[in-house]
Nanobody, 121 residues
């Protein structure tokens, strides 16, 4: 099993900043891709940003405002969110895709429990 634990959400005023963290633990041999998704009330879950060893990807709506980074030694991914807008309000979920330890090459795709980000004055 692979567990993801997010932290760093909260209430912030428009124009403010937050930093989300997500730490993965468990039977991990390698994590290929980590990412952040979000889901606002009444809307579908959408990809915000993703990162691997060779690429980073951002949704158009967050380019220039959000930065995703990763600490491979800690199996942790971060999302620095600047110039937050009310439309960024959502539950943010961490996702990790990789390979289990144990030598059989079994893949995993795990999700965190979500952390609430609210942007409001």
């Amino acid at each position: 099993q692979v567990q993801l634990v997010e932290s760093g959400g909260g209430l912030v005023q428009p124009g403010g900043s937050l930093r989300l963290s997500c730490a993965a633990s468990g039977s991990i041999f390698r994590i290929n891709v980590m990412g952040w998704h979000r889901q606002a009330p009444g809307k579908e879950r959408e990809l915000v940003a993703g990162i691997s060893d060779v690429f980073t990807h951002y949704a158009d709506s967050v380019k220039g405002r959000f930065t995703i980074s990763r600490d491979n030694a800690k199996n942790t991914v971060y999302l620095q969110m600047n110039n937050l807008k009310p439309e960024d309000t959502a539950v943010y979920y961490c996702n990790a895709d990789g390979v289990h330890s144990g030598g059989y090459g079994r893949r995993f795709n795990s999700w965190g429990q979500g952390t609430q980000v609210t942007v409001s004055s």
